[in-house]
């Protein structure tokens, strides 16, 4: 019987009760001897689509997840003569759309639905309907779905780790305290980002939205925790965010000023960034996303020649295959790799941002994962690599004292290969900050606009107003570039427009920025766990939803002990640790003022995972079902749902479970 279609339509009265008639052909119609009446019965004579599913314990289910059914074997036919009639007009019968509005306004779709064979432990029932078309009802709140692919989210997330800035940039801080074993101190850390990438590509399969870690931890350790967390996403990025803009007007500005006589003032790159950016976000993630892509191909060739001559010319003291090891005489040492990998994961930083993309994703559950895991796993074989090159061109004694060594790369780059080389190693170095500065605004962009979708003041309800030309988040487009543009006013007016001391601001927000991320990584791995045991139990297994994830939050709760051990934070990291704190603080005494407002929490948290849908029509995990304690009474559901007394079909073949309304509404 496979490949047959059922169409369900009409309830037939007789005498006063609703019943529904089950053909051979597959056809639910309204009346036997003419089926051209099947579409003038549109007030009683409807039942809904595949929101509701059948299960094999012949109980009704609201679950959005299509539920396997025994196969209905055999159906009475009424009237053969009908049957292939009905077969031919499916598309005339009416299905409730999922989109119904409490008003019983009702919208129509004209789904097919497939009877598959009971032997392919398969649905029932499943929706053709692929092509989401509810951009058309775009209100001003929505973006784009479907707008991007597998490739476009691994750019995301690849340009938000910008693996070229952690070469040119990050390797000599790793250096300083790492030694020789800078690249084995990467590889420590990709253990460590692998092993979040694993947390994040679980909760991935399941939650499909724009709040990434909000959801993932409110699922997982409830809404109180999803709040903090949450608190701890805005007060990470946003300080990283104005971070990425210094550090590339601050490269912007050192390139000009080294290459030419103009000694540019790195305040007029951060406008252009900013503006530039912003512009293009506006218009869509779609192309930001493409030019990365270009950018960072562009930086890879460029930076990819200069590691092998560098490599194939033995650098200042010959090649040095212990780099890859904890040993040596040039190691830091145990002491040291720990206080290395405190830099490591800021390299890393960025991996996560395609969780973000949910909302606008195809595939969601599959292409988010897949991007982070596969960004990460690019990322660290293609930096072990080049850093390794970079400490054959440093030389392992000079590794402690690189510091010294002014713009390193670039003058390594003029030292092994020539001048014009070295001017396109900067401009690798201009294009990966750059690339940063996109992954980071948009993926504040979408945090800012999940905020907005919580419903929970009018003012910060107006973050998810979108273009409706675009569905792009306009307002968080404006309101996230003006604190930046605030911000940097603010960073320059106290200590300059010149990059003489734009850099040790670099240094402060890169260290205070990267502990509240820390920290969600900490919480979100402890949250999965209990989130696959309890919730998704079918899939639980203990390695990868127990063991890995704790394994993961050890990893960056050592990583956070290196901030402040051996080495104890000095002025003023002292002080902005105590600031980081003051915030932290405040973040918790305002969950509790929100918690004492019943339900506002439950509120908020449901309303920004569904992207602020009143229905379960979201990007979540429960996007196809209806929300029957939402939008439906009692009386709603017992109206279009045939009793068993009702259904002319083999008994046990087809049973209606008396407890399901009771289900449903609790």
């Known amino acids: 019987m496979s490949g047959r279609t059922v169409s369900k339509d009409a309830v037939k009265s007789n005498n006063g009760k609703r019943t529904t008639t089950l053909t051979s052909g597959l056809s639910i119609n309204n009346n036997n001897n003419n089926n051209n009446n099947n579409n003038n019965n549109n007030n009683n004579n409807n039942i809904y689509n595949n929101n509701i599913n059948y299960n094999d314990n012949n109980n009704y289910n609201d679950n959005n997840d299509n539920i396997k059914v025994p196969l209905l074997s055999s159906f009475i036919n009424n009237n053969n003569n009908n049957s292939n009639n009905n077969n031919n007009n499916n598309n005339n019968n009416n299905n409730y759309n999922n989109n119904n509005n409490n008003n019983n306004n009702k919208n129509y779709n004209n789904n097919k639905m497939v009877f598959k064979n009971e032997e392919d432990d398969s649905d029932l029932f499943s929706s053709n309907n692929n092509n989401n078309k509810n951009n058309n009802n775009n209100n001003g709140k929505e973006l784009k779905k479907n707008a991007l692919g597998l490739i476009h989210c691994i750019a995301f997330s690849i340009g938000g780790v910008g693996p070229t800035t952690g070469i040119l940039f990050v390797f000599p801080q790793i250096a300083m305290v790492a030694g020789s074993s800078v690249p084995f101190t990467l590889m420590v850390a990709t253990l460590c980002c692998l092993s979040m990438s694993s947390t994040i590509s679980t909760f991935g399969r399941y939650i499909s939205t724009s709040s990434s870690f909000y959801s993932y931890v409110s699922e997982g350790l409830g809404k109180e925790m999803g709040f903090v967390t949450g608190w701890l996403m805005l007060i990470g990025y946003l300080t990283l965010s104005v971070q990425t803009v210094i550090q590339f007007s601050s490269t912007t500005a050192d390139v000009i000023s080294r290459n030419t006589d103009f000694h540019c003032p790195w305040i007029i790159a951060a406008a252009f960034v900013i503006l530039f950016i912003s512009a293009l976000a506006y218009v869509g993630i779609n192309p930001a996303l493409k030019l990365s892509l270009i950018l960072v191909i562009g930086e890879t060739l460029v930076i990819l020649v200069f590691t092998l001559i560098v490599v194939i010319k033995g650098g200042d003291q010959g090649n040095y295959p212990l780099a890859f090891t904890p040993t040596g005489d040039y190691s830091g040492g145990v002491s040291g790799i720990a ?203 203990i390695f990868y939803h127990l063991i890995l994830p704790l394994i993961s939050a050890i990893l960056f709760s050592a990583v956070l002990v290196g901030n402040f051990y051996p080495d104890v934070p000095q002025k003023p990291y002292s002080y902005l640790l105590i600031a980081l704190g003051a915030l932290i603080l405040f973040g918790i005494i305002l969950m509790f003022i929100l918690r004492s407002k019943k339900g506002l929490l439950e509120k908020m948290s449901y309303m920004i995972a569904h992207d602020g849908s009143n229905s379960s029509n979201s990007s979540s995990n429960t996007s196809n079902g209806i929300d029957f304690n939402k939008h439906y009474n009692h009386d709603d559901i017992t109206d279009y749902i045939p009793t068993t007394s009702s259904i002319n079909t083999p008994r046990n073949n087809f049973v209606y479970d008396e407890n399901f309304i009771d289900k449903s509404i609790k």
Not at 407 to 422: M, Q
């Open 339 to 541: 206080r290395g990998l405190v830099y490591c994961v800021l390299v890393f930083i960025g991996f996560e941002v395609a969780a973000t993309l949910g909302a606008e994703t195809r595939n969601p559950k599959k292409n988010i994962p897949v991007a982070v895991v596969g960004s990460v796993v690019l990322t660290s074989a293609w930096m072990v690599w080049a850093m390794y090159a970079m400490v054959v061109a440093c030389g392992v004694t000079n590794l402690f004292i690189i510091s010294s060594i002014n713009s390193p790369a670039e003058t390594f780059a003029r030292k092994y290969v020539s001048y014009w080389f070295s001017i396109l190693v900067d401009l690798a170095g201009i294009s990966s900050t750059f690339n940063v500065c996109t992954s980071a605004f948009n993926n504040l962009f979408r945090i800012l606009y999940s905020i907005g979708k919580s419903d929970c003041n009018k003012v910060v309800n107006k973050l998810a107003i979108t273009s409706k030309r675009f569905q792009t988040p306009m307002a968080a487009i404006i309101a996230f570039s003006s604190f930046v543009t605030v911000s940097l006013v603010i960073v320059a007016s106290i200590w300059g427009i010149h990059t003489d001391n734009s850099w040790r601001i670099y240094g402060y927000l890169s260290y205070i920025g990267t502990i509240p991320l820390i920290l969600i990584f900490i919480i979100t791995n402890i949250a999965v766990i209990p989130y696959v045991k309890l919730k998704q139990p079918q899939d639980y297994h």
